[in-house]
């Protein structure tokens, strides 16, 4: 098996491109193939600079490894395709002299008033095909002569494909099934541009015919193309060695309609890009999932089960394991809600499964950075106590943030309901027990001492829990209270309660 994964560098890779180099990537390590990395660049007035580094990148930091390509040479190369330029024309010409492709003089004007006239006479979607081709200026419609004359003097055409009538094109699509497509609904699209390079449909043809690809994975938007390459492998003479063809579905919309953007990512105020991406003509910055703080284990675990679910209810698979469950057999026909929520879940859960070692670096700069000092010991017991709260490692500083400044202000709507009744003298007496205490101070001791004060006042402790939690963090919740003021420290805490207690309403 060999399958490449081709895009255009003509901006930063969408998140659907991510996911089809993915999958690619899934399926041709679980066959034992070669995945290739080609560049299609045939459309020069599209290229973006620093697209196709941002492309290795982004797909690099995702821990998809290609085994060819413009990064790691190979047999097959070159693999950007402006380095093919030269081989292209001598395959558009045998089309040519095949009688499956023309050639095509048209100016851009000619071909518009061609488009007008047709919109006029009420042809909502005016092709150039076997009607319209008979009354425009090619190879198929002038004298040879004239043909001939146009060649010598150099005068710009295009090459077209021949698009035969009346048939029937039959693609079997390894996620779609039997596709038929009528000619009749298909164009003569240009094979070879004045420019000198080839489209995208002659060139992906040929680069898959000369690398040997034998399946093409590839977005559905590519399915309407699909007939044409088929009938180009037929007029070539290539149709047995013709590669699989399967379509993937559309990535999708969190919310709504239509297919996903960057604007749902800009909306929703989210990374959208694996990567950072830097705007080669503004010099924005646009911070990726990596400079967000996402592991790239959790969002190749999200993008895989997009469109695709191993049959049962398992959602956390590592790399090797979506390697051994993935099939195309697998993936679905229709589109995949990008759930923005649900990526945020997987980064948790993958947070979850890190140990404190590793953690306790990342989280050392950040409390470095906010000019926070914390002991190692002490660090590492306030990580797993504040770790199920964070969705990224960067939360670390906001779960920790009561822990090294004190409450400036309390949240009155909790202070109306749980600062009233018996609260003030519980606190009072809570104070007065940490003050004299003799023991060491713990997080049991300190539970013990609290339940103590409220059973004196004849009050439930799990009533005046939240309350006390705001006196001593100034937040309404939080992680495991009395583990938390273990790690504070007494006096610490204590100062805390007595400023709390000079806040209460008095009389």
Sequence with gaps: MRVRFAPSPTGPLHPGGVRTALFNYLLVRKMGGQLVLRIEDTDQTRFVPGAEEFIIESLSWCGIEFDEGVHKGGPYGPYRQSERKAMYRQYAMQLVESGHAYYAFDTEKELDTMREQFKASGVASPQYNAISRVRMKNSLSLPSDEVARRLETGEPYVIRFKMPRGREVRVQDRIRGLVVVQTAQLDDKVLFKSDGMPTYHLANVVDDRLMQITHVIRGEEWLPSTPLHVLLYEAFGWLETMPEFAHLPLLLKPDGDGKLSKRDGDRLGLPFYATEWTNPETGEKMPGYREAGYFPEAYVNFLALLGWNPGDNREIF?????????????????????????????????????????????????????????????????????????????????????????????????????????????????????ESLHEDWSGTTAEALFKEAAARQGASPGSLLQGLRLAVTGQASGPALFDWMSLRGRSACVARLRRAASTLPTG
Aim: proline residues 3%; aromatic residues 12%.
């Design 318 to 434: 590592g790399m090797d394991e979506l390697i051994q469950a993935f099939g195309l057999e697998r993936v679905n026909k229709h589109g995949a809600r990008y759930d923005f929520t649900k990526l945020q879940w997987f980064n948790q859960q993958y947070l979850r499964s890190r140990s404190v070692d590793s953690l306790m670096e990342p989280c050392s700069q950040l409390l470095i950075q906010k000019g926070w000092e914390l002991e190692d010991s002490i660090l590492r017991a306030l990580i797993p106590l504040v770790m199920d709260r964070m969705v990224l490692v960067s939360d670390f500083i906001q779960e920790v943030r009561s822990f090294f400044e004190e409450p400036e202000s309390y949240d009155e709507t909790v202070v109306a309901k749980k600062w009233g009744g018996v609260f003030p003298a519980v606190l009072e007496d809570l104070i007065r027990c940490y």
